[in-house]
């Protein structure tokens, strides 16, 4: 079997090593983004004069022709197709097998290392966008999710203990605000990824009068790399798309968390629909969020494949080294996995409904205690009187196993004759949310901003039809 590189070897490589070097297995997935370079190189080659301009359009015409036969999937297992070393070599056996000796003009001043540097680029600015789509419906799902729970609260939680009441909306749109900046990086990904790297050969650039700023026109990217040395060995693109991918996966797996927690038994604030569960084997009664556990557990899968490739990437000296291949893997797996979460979040979170009753009760009691300090502020007290003043009030209905509600007047004025009756009014989940001043906050007019804001950017985003 012929290589790309066979004419400096005698006889053939061990077959076992060959296999192992192989990547056509998984960069077949590059296979119309190295088309399209290759039809940009060729144009190139032309513009330059190293390609005569029928030798340009046998070339162009026969990628043509193997970018058409790429749309059945049986194109890339063929017996020869079993044999190719990459997707550069494949498409290049197919281009010569179909149009003879100007295909083997097609490499000239060319190397696999900006090859597959382009390949890449073009890989992610097609697919992040689908992302930056899927990312898009989940904020959406969770805005219907805010519209839906109107004004039904629901209690917040910091260190996993009651703090204070917040509207159903907010909890909702703090996730989405999360995926909103997801949404944001990867479009500064698609910026880091907009550079074109071809012109830098194999390390050094090359010697054929190729006219890079018109190949970074024809391909869609707005600069050019700076170095060459640089461009043959940098896969940075990769670990920030893999990053990317972790934090949103990171952002996914605490709104998994929250779906767990918050459609149990002890919590009961949500349920979950009978679609998006399942059961168990044994026991009878089970409603398990398995899509959920598994959303979280899937983002371990991906902050993994960021933390192998940085230490893939830390030793490696400038220039290529074929450890880069180690980055395809990586970076589809990631991306995979993150479309799959994103889907199945959207059809749990989609089929939550909210169980009003046990989420507001669970909204009042004493995590009011802020507010009835708020209260005594009001009337001149110092905050931190307030505080401490509440704070026995607290103390004493803790060990009476009671709450706010249950005081008498004479009670509560036995803690501060400041007191009076307007405290049962001012104490209360909705006057708790009502009291909120700031437009971040849960007071239900700013929730209606927020939301509104949210639906706007939704409406505004290039190709919306929302
Ligand atoms: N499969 C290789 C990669 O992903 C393509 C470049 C190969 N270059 C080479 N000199 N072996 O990095």
């Not at 077949?28 to 340009?56: I, K």
């Not at 391909?219 to 991918?245: E, K, M, P, Q």
Request: charged share 25%; with cysteine; hydrophobic share 45%.
């Amino acid at each position: 079997m012929a290589h790309l590189w066979s004419g400096r070897f005698e006889g053939d490589p061990d077959a076992a090593l060959v296999e192992f070097g192989r990547s056509f297995g998984f960069d077949r997935r590059l296979f119309e983004d190295d088309v399209r370079g290759s039809l940009a190189w060729a144009a190139g080659l032309e513009r330059a004069g190293v390609l005569t301009s029928a030798d340009a359009a046998a070339i162009q015409s026969g990628l043509q022709d193997v970018l058409a036969a790429g749309a059945d999937p049986s194109f890339f297992n063929s017996p020869a197709a079993d044999q190719d070393e990459d997707v550069h070599s494949f498409v290049e056996r197919e281009l010569v097998q179909r149009i003879g000796d100007a295909g083997r003009r097609l490499h000239t001043g060319r190397s696999r290392n900006e090859q597959v540097a382009v390949d890449l680029r073009l890989y992610l600015k097609r697919r992040i966008p689908e992302l930056q789509r899927a990312v898009v419906e989940t904020i959406d799902v969770l805005a219907t999710s805010a519209e839906t729970a109107g004004d039904a609260l629901m209690p917040s939680y910091t260190h996993l203990r009651r703090a204070q009441p917040v509207l159903a909306a907010h909890f909702f749109l703090a996730h989405a605000s999360a995926f909103r900046r997801d949404h944001a990086r990867f479009a500064t990904l698609l910026d880091e990824a907009d550079e074109l790297p071809l012109g830098s050969g194999a390390i050094a650039g090359t010697s054929y009068p190729i006219d890079v700023a018109w190949l970074a026109k024809t391909l869609g990217f707005s600069r050019i790399v700076r170095n060459s040395i640089d461009a043959t060995g940098d896969r940075d693109i990769v670990a920030s798309a893999l990053f990317a991918c972790s934090l949103t996966m990171v952002h996914l797996s605490r709104l998994a968390e929250d779906m767990i927690l918050f459609t149990s038994e002890e919590f009961g604030f949500f349920e979950l629909a009978d679609t998006a569960a399942t059961g168990s084997s044994l026991m009878p009664q089970k409603k398990n969020p398995d899509p959920m556990e598994l959303v979280r557990g899937k983002a371990g899968r991906v902050i993994g494949r960021l933390a192998g490739w940085l230490a893939t990437m830390k030793g490696l000296p400038i220039g290529y080294s074929k450890d880069l291949q180690e980055d395809k893997e990586a970076l589809f797996e990631a991306e995979d996995t993150l479309r799959a979460s994103l889907a199945a979040t959207k059809a749990v979170v989609g089929g939550i409904s909210i169980n009003r009753g046990p989420a507001e009760r669970a909204a009042s009691g004493l995590l009011l205690a802020t507010d009835v300090a708020d209260y005594l502020v009001a009337k001149g007290v110092a905050f931190r009187d307030a505080h401490e003043i509440v704070g026995a009030l607290v103390r004493r209905l803790v060990n009476e196993r009671r709450s706010f509600d249950a005081l008498t007047l004479e009670e509560w004025r036995s803690h501060s004759p400041l007191f009076d009756a307007d405290v049962y009014q001012a104490v209360s989940a909705a006057a708790s949310v009502g009291k909120k001043r700031t437009p971040q906050s849960t007071h239900p007019d700013a929730v209606a901003n927020a939301l509104a804001e949210l639906r706007a950017f939704l409406r505004d985003l290039p190709g919306s039809s929302r």
